[in-house]
């Protein structure tokens, strides 16, 4: 059964930063892109950021410059360093492929951005 696990969640100020991470299992992710994505409340869910299987990422444009995503093919894992958070990035995170596969969604890791 395949699972994709986020953690790293919490809250933190408007400025601060927080590191996300996603642990695969139940199938090895090494040679297809992953990415993030995050919803909230009364919002569509949205891209925010994607890595392919050779590394080369790509960002949403709300967040590049800021958000950095990375991955540990060995550990099948992927990260995504959150900087410069802002109020209305408050939402549920989550990693999926990209193009997400809707029964890979997990339960996400709850950010909030709150002074």
């Known amino acids: 059964q395949v699972q994709l696990v986020e953690s790293g969640g919490g809250l933190v100020q408007p400025g601060g930063s927080l590191r996300l991470s996603c642990a695969a299992s139940?199938?090895?992710?090494?040679?297809?892109?992953m990415g993030w994505f995050r919803q909230a409340p009364g919002k569509e869910r949205e891209f925010v950021a994607g890595?392919?299987?050779?590394?080369?990422?790509f960002y949403a444009d709300s967040v590049k410059g800021r958000f950095t995503i990375s991955r540990d093919n060995a550990k099948n894992a992927v990260y995504l360093q959150m900087n410069s958070l802002k109020l209305e990035e408050s939402a549920v995170y989550y990693c999926?492929?990209?193009?997400?596969?809707?029964?890979?969604w997990g339960q996400g890791t709850q950010v909030t951005v709150s002074s």
């Open positions: 999926n492929q990209v193009p997400p596969l809707r029964p890979y």
């Open positions: 139940g199938r090895t992710f090494s040679n297809y892109a």
């Open positions: 890595i392919g299987w050779n590394g080369n990422a």
